[in-house]
């Protein structure tokens, strides 16, 4: 039986027809909607390649069943930057160069994002490396990667006390 | 994944009885599915249910199944009055599967013994009397109380051994009504040929309690030995309260984690610490106690040791008193050691 999946994805509202329950949220971003920014990895909720967020809280595309989240906001990396101006999580990992060969940077750049919204980390390193160890990274970047995330919370941070 | 039907619970009326498995936050539903251990025909999708609540009641909470890890960890009367059970929860899985998980399916969460999470090994837990494939296999993260011949498993949760230190109560609803079990017996211990079932076909898990921590609000710790210090199973942990009164213990809680297929409250050792000073003698004895009747169930004999000192060193971080502030590592072993 054909169900209709609701979403809104980086803005845009979707309906998706599903002929098998069985699509993952990864599944339908990288395979029905052509959004391929959001990375398969381990596709069993360990390696955090493919963190979006869903409602605004980061959780693995992998793990989430796309039915049970009909009707919910979906922000994958694409759904960042502003025209050609880049988030400041995106920019500050160019700055740091915190990745490698690239493959989890997409999913580390959406963990980054909420975790500086959740702001329990702040600017200590140890809770931004605690913060981020649903992600893991094979090329081993992870000091450019907590470089890049306290630098993009000192910017935002900065970002809000001026505005 | 094997093909399944789908279909969306709106009432708990229409879940109950439901003929499939109960989907919450699938982290670890989808999970089993990918690997071929759990094959339902249809799942009945519980999580637009109303069970998303944290309530106050009687001094105590009542957590709503629904309500997600990564809530229940930031709430402040979680925080203020069960601070053992946020280091607990905080201390487990990822900030992405805290965010999804829920507190009925981390309860529910199958056991990551790595031949039961092979479909292709014989496993009593998964088909009872086709044999266990971990009995002389590789077991440290393998019982050492508890178990059986049948079953050596544990179970993975942080979470449920700081709910059954300090007396949480699961609450389910059946199709015959409703049923409250505590969560230190909550998981069935390995019988000989088996291990029974947790819920019954048609349960569903609604609540859980916890009463008022009275003198431990301050004094709870979570402590977990693990391969790594983020993102790892517990090898062993426990969770610690402690009362003092005047120089004296009046009330204690000790359980352990990663030892037995259940949270393994430690009933002697609290009983040992009433009346006796707050002191190393005093815990050492009780962590003794709570490894009474333990056994290697194959090659992880070093888990009673280690299970010990971590119950140990709970106690007296527990009497030291709750840090006001969360700790970066929760639960770490390294804690206020100079390793960064």
């Known amino acids: 039986m054909t169900q209709t999946l609701n979403l809104t994805i980086n803005g845009t509202a979707r309906a998706i027809a599903l002929d098998d329950p069985r699509a993952t949220l990864l599944d339908v971003l990288r395979e029905r909607i052509g959004l391929t920014g959001t990375k398969k990895g381990c596709d069993r909720g360990q390696c955090g390649a493919c963190t979006v967020l869903i409602d605004g809280r980061r959780m693995n595309a992998c793990l989430a069943l796309a039915l049970s989240h009909d ?30 060969c690239g493959y989890c940077t997409p999913g580390q750049i959406m963990s980054a994002v909420a975790l ?33 995330v306290l630098d993009a919370t000192r910017v935002m941070t900065a970002r809000e006390d001026a505005a | 994944m094997n ?72 709430d402040p009367r979680i925080l203020a009055r069960f601070p053992a059970v946020a280091e607990a929860l905080l201390s487990g899985a990822s900030p992405q599967l805290r965010n999804a998980a829920s507190t009925g399916g981390n309860v529910m969460q199958a056991t990551r013994c790595s031949y039961f999470q092979d479909p292709l090994s014989p496993c009593n ?12 296999g590789v077991t440290r993260n393998h019982a050492i109380l508890g178990w059986s011949d049948a079953c050596i498993a544990t179970h993975p949760s942080d979470l449920c051994v700081a709910l059954a230190a300090f007396d949480a109560v699961v609450h389910v609803t059946g199709p015959t009504g409703t049923r409250s079990v505590p969560m230190a017996r909550f998981h069935p211990l390995p019988d000989a040929v088996g291990v029974p079932p947790a819920l019954s076909a048609g349960e569903v898990i609604t609540h859980v309690t916890l009463p008022d921590p009275g003198g431990m609000a301050r004094h709870a710790r979570y402590l977990k030995l693990r391969e790594r210090t983020s ?71 070093a888990k009673i040791v280690l299970a010990q000192r971590i119950a140990l060193r709970a106690l007296m971080l527990a009497a030291q008193g709750t840090p006001d502030r969360m700790p970066a590592l929760p639960a770490s072993v390294f804690e206020g050691d100079d390793h960064g």
């Open chain 1, 71 to 100: 009707g919910a906001s979906i922000t994958t990396v694409e759904g960042l930057a502003q025209a050609e101006e880049l988030h400041p999580v995106q920019a500050a990992f160019i700055r740091h160069d915190g990745f490698q």
């Open chain 1, 116 to 148: 500086i919204a959740e702001g329990e980390a702040g600017l200590d390193p140890e809770r931004v490396r605690e913060g981020m160890s649903g992600n893991l990274c094979r090329c081993a970047a992870y000091a450019g990667i907590t470089e890049a």
């Open chain 2, 3 to 74: 093909p399944f039907d789908y279909t969306r619970a709106d009432t708990l009326e229409a879940a109950v009885g439901a003929d499939g498995a109960i989907l919450a936050g699938g982290t670890n539903l989808l999970d089993l599915m990918k690997i071929g251990v759990a094959t339902p025909s249809r799942l009945v999708d519980i999580s637009r249910l109303p069970m998303r609540e944290i309530d106050d009641h009687d001094g105590g909470l009542r957590i709503g199944a629904m309500v997600s890890n990564a809530d229940l960890a930031r």
């Open chain 2, 125 to 136: 837990r998964r088909e009872p009397g086709s044999g266990c494939s971990a009995i002389g």
């Open chain 2, 231 to 301: 993102y790892a199973f517990a090898i062993v942990s426990a969770a610690a309260g402690v009362h003092v009164e005047d120089g004296r213990i009046v009330a204690a809680r000790l359980a352990l984690g990663g030892v037995a297929a259940r949270p393994w409250r430690a009933h002697a050792a609290e009983a040992a610490l009433i009346g006796q000073p707050a002191s190393g003698d005093a815990f050492a004895h009780a962590a003794a106690l709570a490894v009474q009747g333990a056994a290697p169930s194959g090659d992880n004999a």
